[in-house]
Nanobody, 117 residues
Framework: QVQLVASGGGLVQAGGSLRLSCAAS????????MGWYRQAPGKQRELVAG???????NYADSVKGRFTISRDNAKNTLYLQMNSLKPEDTAVYYC???????????WGQGTQVTVSS
């Protein structure tokens, strides 16, 4: 059984930074893609950033240059460093795990990020 536990969300002012973490456990050796999705109220869930086991990354246009996704394979942990946060970044953020980050099989519980103007 695979578990993803996300942490690091909170309330921050516009222009501030937050770092999200996601610890993965269970039978995950065959799973390659990890990612962060987010869902804002009244909006569809969207891919924010994805990373392969080899470290190749992909970002939504709205976060390029501000967010950095990384992973520590030895610790089975995923990170999302978020800088220059904007009110429109306010959402529940979910970490994911799957063969591809475009089609995640496992989802974390979500962590709320709120950016005040």
């Amino acid at each position: 059984q695979v578990q993803l536990v996300a942490s690091g969300g909170g309330l921050v002012q516009a222009g501030g930074s937050l770092r999200l973490s996601c610890a993965a456990s269970g039978d995950i050796f065959h799973i390659n893609g990890m990612g962060w999705y987010r869902q804002a109220p009244g909006k569809q869930r969207e891919l924010v950033a994805g990373i392969t086991s080899g470290g190749r990354t992909n970002y939504a246009d709205s976060v390029k240059g501000r967010f950095t996704i990384s992973r520590d394979n030895a610790k089975n942990t995923l990170y999302l460093q978020m800088n220059s946060l904007k009110p429109e970044d306010t959402a529940v953020y979910y970490c994911t795990l799957g063969v591809s980050y475009y089609a995640p099989r496992y989802w974390g519980q979500g962590t709320q990020v709120t950016v005040s103007s």
